[in-house]
């Protein structure tokens, strides 16, 4: 229990307000996004910009142009889940089966792809690194466009993101994944009401 105290007090004096104000905007932005409103996406443009910064130090590169993805999809969402010009705003959906089958194995091949390839640089856990970029990417745009099966895959990829986290030594943003997750399973739950009325 004191190297966990000890390390949390390290933690803090490396990385201190950043990291702090990155989760807790993060977790304003799935909390916001679990129910469905579109200023989960001012609070994600924050902390994916903290976060672009904190990944690089971090060597974990992949990680870094995801946040720079989602700072870009923070603005698209916005938009996508507000057309000012309609009046109308996106509907919960789902895709098939097969066709989000097909979509996790194609990640797959691009996750190996892309691991393989930092593996030769000094990319820290090249593999995993890529594993969770490419899942979220894809789970990002599922999010913009309202399809309910992004929550399953941020269910494993934040899972994944917590190891890396902690083996890292940034215990914030471990816990931070850890409640991800947990918020992950219950957006998957609230959508799954919203698409049962539409």
């Keep these: ?13 490396n990385f201190n307000a950043l990291e702090v104000l990155a989760v807790l905007t993060a977790l304003a932005y799935v909390v916001l996004a679990s129910k469905g409103s579109k200023w989960c996406f001012v609070f994600g443009l924050i902390s994916s910009a903290i976060y672009v910064y904190l990944a690089t130090i971090l060597k974990y590169y992949f990680d870094s142009f995801i946040n720079l993805y989602y700072v870009v999809m923070s603005v698209y969402g916005w938009f996508a889940w507000s057309n000012k010009r309609s009046g109308k705003s996106l509907n919960v959906n789902s895709m098939s089966l097969k066709k989000f089958v097909i979509w996790l194995l194609l990640a797959l091949a691009i996750s190996l792809m892309l691991g393989f390839s930092a593996s ?30 992004n929550w ?15 083996e890292k030594g940034l215990l914030l ?11 992950a399973i219950h957006g998957y739950v609230q959508w799954r009401k919203k698409l049962s009325y539409a």
Aim: hydrophobic share 60%; proline share 1%; glycine share 2%.
């Design 1 to 13: 229990m004191t190297e966990l105290i000890d390390q949390l007090l390290k933690e803090s004096s």
């Design 173 to 183: 943003t471990a816990g931070l994944f850890l409640i991800y997750t947990i918020i």
């Design 120 to 149: 030769y640089t000094d990319a820290a856990l090249p593999y995993w690194d890529a594993i969770t970029t490419v899942y979220a990417v894809l789970a990002t745009f599922l999010v913009v466009k309202k399809v309910i099966e």
């Design 152 to 166: 399953l895959i941020w269910i494993v990829v934040d899972f994944i993101a917590m190891l890396m986290y902690f």
